[in-house]
DNA sequence: TATTAGCACTCGTTTCGTTTGAGTGCTAAC
DNA sequence: GTTAGCACTCAAACGAAACGAGTGCTAATA
């Protein structure tokens, strides 16, 4: 069977009140309310005929039809091809830039989930060219040797070494010198072993230092596990009952986000994923996590410039308002994007 | 009219009863499953008179009692002196002690809230004592200083500072002892103005960076408003109906626990007022936050040293099990005692 | 005087049959 | 191909009735 013109047409009436009313519906509202001036008999046959196809479930016999994971589907990507609608309430709710980045980012997902009604999330950018720009060595205390390592980004990331005993001035000064000539500029890629091999021969009895040192330096570049995640309007899910209605099920949710770990399989995919458009939308069972079966996620991706990536998230039930989403996370990035691209 | 031995036990009764059903008891249940042998009616006399005096509420004419905020009050009260149960769960599990803090900490919360099905909440240690320990300045890139800044408990702060040109290495040098010999070993309250003063006047045309460094250090000593707190368990939450049965109500607390503003003000009170067991008990309207007048909250301060103060929380509903809490709590300060006092 | 049995009364909850109405599928007519 | 009409289905809403847990009061009892 041949998903026409008029089919279409139905199937979009069918998803878009639905959306709106959460209520499975009827042959009757859609022809009642399109312009398609057909009767309701004649909408029931091609209803019919779209659930055979796949596009639409009936819950029960006596009810209307609500849209399937291939509905859904459907909708949003012929919506993503025709529609660019405006969402500006978000414009000028960036503008005070010196705040540090975490506010920033806490408010951001804050913006989201209060203009939307769902839930969001929005990950720190990673740094995806990471490479070592600066690393100090300093005594704290007799025992306690601080190391700071800065990665391209301005990431930092502190580690404390114990020594036995301190080291004079001099020696640390050397290996200040040893460190950063050798390993400014590289990745995580370029430092090899025998490259570690020459450091250590180099600093003689320190050796066991630089080992440490060079563990840091691996945690820091790679810097995968403190992705940060934040979240905000969890409570929104508790507003859509077809979420909740089930405890079980609502817990598994809230856990989610308190969680994050799930969180992180969506931004790991969809950083990895290249789309033109940068907006990705996981319907239902699409989501690589089990427990978001009844939800939607829109993530997009944002670019800072200098492999600066993030990711946001939307995350509602499977009747979300996706016009509007997408709309509201394409002006975002087009904020982000003047904001840092300077 | 005065509270004697009965009355106590049959309140005694009463709560506890509720805390494991979480439904209303009556007088016949009492008079059933105690060692009083006091019949029905006899019972509910002296219920009456406990509802007279505040201890218990009937919630609908024909329905049982259930105990008043007071009536847990004189619960936990009571209990305290009594009972010292051992809960030995968490023996062990905080062994292996060379994670970082921050995994620890999340852990800690995992097992508080899977042990007692509530949820929990735990701060990250303040360092009440906040003496500057370390200073160092560093030019990572023509146009940026980093500052490191150590405090006492090791905690490291870093801030970026943005120079028009770069220093030269004695400068730099200089600056470094500059900041290190006159800041050293001051609390906040020591850093005055004529020392800071005294401090640019020194730096000659250096002074702005000098001012930038003293903000950096105030910000990394008073460190207020990173008090991080970990939570876990929001989904446990759900698990109490008379806390989610309105649905308005639980968003509100789901919030609590994603916002963590409310959290800072427990926290905060915790730390504040000190008390011989360390253990504090919020009943209901007790709580500094409004949205929490359903539930209970139980803290407890612990104490790693060397000023490093931090605290737990459980939050669940107010027929929470107050003895097993309490217990839980219990154990865990001395594991921490034990793991950290060395 | 304290305790208890008994009884009438209250009121939320449960049960169950009934009604309602939205919606469908099918058929026959246009 | 489209539509009107009709019989049928079934979840949800409704409402009366029964239920039962619990109370307060009173009169009898120890």
Redesign the interface.
Known sequence: MELDERKRKILQAVIRTYLETGEPVGSRTISKYTDLNLSSATIRNEMSDLEEMGYIIQPHTSAGRIPSDKGYRFYVDTMLEEKEREVDELKGLLVEKDEKMDTLLKRVANVLATNTNYAAMITAPQYHQNKL??I?L?Q??EH?I?A?I?VEG?V?K?S?LRVEEALDHETLLKLNILLNTHLNGLSIEEINLGMIAGLKKQAGIHSAIISEVIDAVAEAIKSDEDLKIY??G???I??YPELTDN?ER???L??V??EKKSLHEFVTETLSEEKNTGIQVYIGSEAPVQSMKDCSVVTATYDLGEGMRGTVGIIGPKRMDYDKVIGTLKTLMNELDTLYKK
């Open positions: 720009k600066f100090q300093s704290v205390d306690q601080l700071v800065v301005n930092i502190n404390m979240t905000s969890t409570r929104n508790l507003k405890r609502a817990g598994e809230i856990n986000f308190e």
